[in-house]
């Protein structure tokens, strides 16, 4: 984080979001994003593992947000984010849809308004990049039961290419914001009893050229799963990821049972 204020970059990240869900200004990164089903498609299968009588915390309740598809599930869910337009436009379609077990909050995820032990999950996508992550990660292992895990989908900041890219699209991101690193993993082991993290994508980015040709499905699939090979074998690889999923959980109490 940069030496400004707390206060002046909590403000600048609320009127960024603000202006970005009054108007989509993403479709220029669309073809890139087409590359991540693999990622996404994990995201959505932690989602979907989800107990029906667990409580859900999330953070950055946007589009994409997967409050929705838990609230049809009938999953007791919390959504908040730092964006007031954010969070009418969430709360705008949960009354819509009729689903009454989601309700959303504009609140800083820093310093949450929930009591300790209140979630059995908290989960984000592309939101902890976003956060000052030693007061954001110790506020999500505040917030969670004991043996309570939190999942949370985010991009990586080694790879030179991508960071390339990055440099030549300041316009649709923050000032702010700071891909992951793998030095940031330390900041979640000292908050957790266990981290995980599997990485995606980074020979699968050559398939953003034949994304509308024959084939094109078929090769992103094959260099998927060459990724997945060179991430498991070659530790070093995975620096150049795009995309990293976390999977962290609190440490139950010494002696506590299943359930509690």
């Given at each position: 984080?940069?030496?400004?204020?707390?206060?002046?970059r909590?403000?600048?990240?609320?009127l960024?979001?603000d202006?970005?869900?009054?108007?989509?200004?993403r479709?220029?990164?669309?073809?890139?994003?087409d590359?991540?089903r693999?990622?996404?498609?994990?995201?959505?299968?932690?989602?979907?593992?989800?107990?029906?009588?667990?409580?859900?915390l999330?953070?950055?309740?946007?589009e994409?947000s997967?409050?929705?598809?838990?609230?049809?599930?009938?999953?007791?869910?919390?959504?908040?984010?730092?964006s007031?337009v954010?969070?009418?436009?969430?709360?705008?379609?949960a009354?819509?849809?009729?689903?009454?077990?989601?309700r959303?909050?504009?609140?800083?995820a820093?310093?949450?308004?929930?009591?300790?032990?209140?979630?059995?999950?908290?989960c984000?996508?592309?939101i902890?990049?976003?956060?000052d992550?030693?007061?954001?990660?110790?506020?999500?292992?505040?917030?969670?039961?004991?043996?309570?895990?939190?999942v949370?989908?985010?991009?990586?900041?080694?790879?030179?290419?991508?960071?390339?890219?990055?440099r030549?699209?300041?316009?649709?991101?923050t000032?702010?914001?700071?891909?992951?690193?793998?030095?940031?993993?330390d900041?979640?082991?000292?908050?957790?009893?266990?981290?995980?993290v599997?990485?995606?994508?980074?020979l699968s980015?050559?398939?953003?050229?034949?994304?509308?040709r024959?084939?094109?499905?078929?090769?992103?699939?094959?260099?998927?799963?060459?990724?997945?090979?060179?991430?498991?074998?070659?530790?070093t690889?995975r620096r150049l990821?795009?995309?990293?999923i976390?999977?962290?959980?609190?440490?139950?109490?010494?002696?506590a049972?299943?359930?509690?």
């Open positions: 984080m940069d030496g400004t204020s707390t206060e002046d909590i403000e600048r990240e609320r960024f979001h202006d970005r869900f009054a108007r989509d200004n479709h220029a990164a669309d073809k890139y994003y590359t991540t693999s990622s996404q498609a994990a995201y959505d299968d932690a989602m979907r593992s989800v107990d029906p009588e667990q409580a859900v999330e953070y950055g309740c946007g994409g997967a409050a929705f598809d838990l609230a049809r599930r009938g999953v007791t869910v919390v959504g908040i984010d730092i007031s954010a969070i009418e436009h969430a709360t705008e379609r009354n819509v849809e009729g689903l009454t077990t989601a959303f909050a504009v609140m800083n820093e310093h949450l308004e929930f009591d300790d032990e209140s979630f059995d999950l908290v984000g996508s592309g902890l990049h976003h956060l992550l030693q007061p954001a990660l110790s506020e999500v292992a505040r917030v969670l039961k004991p043996g309570g895990r939190a949370f989908f985010e991009p990586m900041g080694h790879n030179p290419l991508i960071n390339l890219y990055r030549f699209t300041p316009s649709m991101r000032s702010d914001e700071h891909p992951l690193l793998m030095s940031d993993f900041i979640a082991r000292a908050c957790f009893g266990t981290v995980d599997t990485f995606f994508h980074a980015l050559g398939a953003v050229a034949f994304r509308r024959p084939g094109g499905t078929h090769l992103l699939r094959a260099l998927d799963a060459c990724d997945r090979w060179l991430f498991r074998h070659i530790k690889s990821a795009w995309v990293a976390l999977t962290l959980e609190k440490t139950r109490r010494v002696g049972r299943a359930g509690q």
